[in-house]
């Protein structure tokens, strides 16, 4: 994943701000997002949709709509792709489909089915490929607090959905010509077969719009937690800003080179004022949009608002609470929230225990009292520093990729191949805690302070210095350095096999 080539800005935004670009990812590829969703879905609904109007059922149709996180799978796959300046198309996503398709798709079908969260965690499953233990740390990770409101954004979009089809059907009713229909009741409540096909006709033109919104939105949270966690802001403003002082010290170098050619007359230098011009340009960057970001909002008031016109919802408590301290009425009465005293101090009190136990546990999780019967071996990361460091991510011959790479004079590319392959070889013999979003310093120094200075991690320092000098410094190692790591991490794997 390139994040210099994606198309939107990625920085750190509020919960609404991220659903908001996801409605921004659905306006600029409404047409392509559309075709991809009736490629996929086209076909089964009519199909469905003849077996149950042959077999007079809704069972198809009701299985239809059971299989929604299915549909939204390709739907995901061009999202993600599209992000990033690649394209599918049709015929790629239909090769691919068991790649994206298939991974925690038993389970969103069965046990997580009504989860509110199912956008947001199925970028999780399809995008991240992560399984067993690693995507339960990894969906506790990114489920953490702040909240990420997939579930209250999952709420809003079935309401829209339904309030959406029900005005399309509304409308269709209304073009009916009275002579065919003079009574309403007998198109909304009439279970014939044209009622039920204009009915799932309808549903499925609404879906046709809100599906891909309703995974558009998902993906923007599941980028914004992502952006906090990772700090993906701060990587690319730290790679422009590489970049800009790059092209600035050549530009420099060849204004020193002019200076030095032999000029046919003196001429006279006249000095221009600098006045720290790289200083203020990286404090223009850092006022940008991209690292302080502003929002503008909008606040509606009732001009001139009586305070004594109460709404329903407090007439309804100062009754309640009025209720709950008479206790001079002895008279039963026939209104709904007349409820016995006994039976208010009963919930409250027992609310107020349960709070009481929950914030206790939690303290006790945090002070490390509790839980101690839970399994403390750390959990093998999927990304340090937005690497990739999966097994199946990884190249099958190191030396062949690397020399493949320096062929091609991509230093930092034979680099990146060395340094995920050796961190997913050292966290698997040296297990250490990682936080979410940990640089490869922060990966170096936690584990040097769990298992101290062995050759590996010694290693891993001269390599993650070379990686840095390379990939963020913008000064390159030269091809020998790189073959020169390369030959010592295969003797050290090959010392510690020996020795195992």
Known sequence: MELEKASARLAPRSPWQAVDLGTKLYRQWAAPVLWVWLAFTLVPFGLMLGWS???????????????????????????SHALFAETLTLKQLFQRWRQYALPGLASQLTWRRFSPARSFNTCVWQLEGAKGEQLSQRLRALNSYPSNRAGIMTIVV???????????????????????????????????????????????????????????????????????????????????????????????????????????????????????????????????????????????QWKDRDDDSDSWLEKFWKHFFDNLDDDEQQEPSDSPFDIPDAVLWILFWGVFAGLAIWLLIK?????????????????????????????????????????????????????????????????????VALAAGSTEQQCLRNLQAAHGEPLPILYLQRLIQAWISTAWAHRPVDAETVRTLLADWEQISAEEAANA
């Open 158 to 300: 079935l309401h829209l959905e339904q309030f959406m089809a029900m005005g399309l059907m509304v409308l269709l009713y209304t073009l009916v010509p009275w002579q065919f229909s003079l009574e309403w009741s007998d198109w909304f409540y009439d279970q014939g077969a044209l009622q039920m096909a204009i009915a799932s006709a309808t549903l499925y033109l609404v879906m046709c719009v809100t599906e891909p919104l309703y995974v558009a939105c998902g993906f923007a949270l599941y980028l914004n937690k992502r952006t906090w966690l990772e700090g993906w802001d701060l990587q690319l403003g730290l790679t422009r800003l590489g970049r800009h002082r790059a092209s600035r010290t050549g530009s420099t170098l060849l204004m020193l080179l002019a200076l030095l050619l032999p000029l046919p007359e003196p001429v006279t230098a006249q000095p221009s004022p600098r006045n720290n011009e790289e200083q203020q340009q990286v404090i223009e960057l850092l006022a940008g949009p991209d690292y302080m970001p502003f929002e503008e909002r909008t606040e509606r």
């Open 53 to 79: 109007l042959l077999a007079e059922t809704l069972w198809p149709l009701f299985l239809f709509w059971w299989l929604k996180p299915l549909w939204e799978r390709p739907v995901l796959a061009w999202y």
């Open 363 to 431: 303290v006790m999780d945090q002070l490390g009292l509790g839980s101690r019967n839970r399994d403390s071996t750390p959990v093998i990361p999927t990304h340090v520093a937005g690497m990739d460091i999966r097994r199946q991510s990884l190249p099958k011959n190191l030396r062949d990729a690397t020399e493949q790479a320096l062929g091609a004079n991509d230093i930092r590319l034979a680099l990146s191949l060395m340094l995920r392959s050796a961190l997913a070889e050292l966290l698997r013999r040296y297990p």
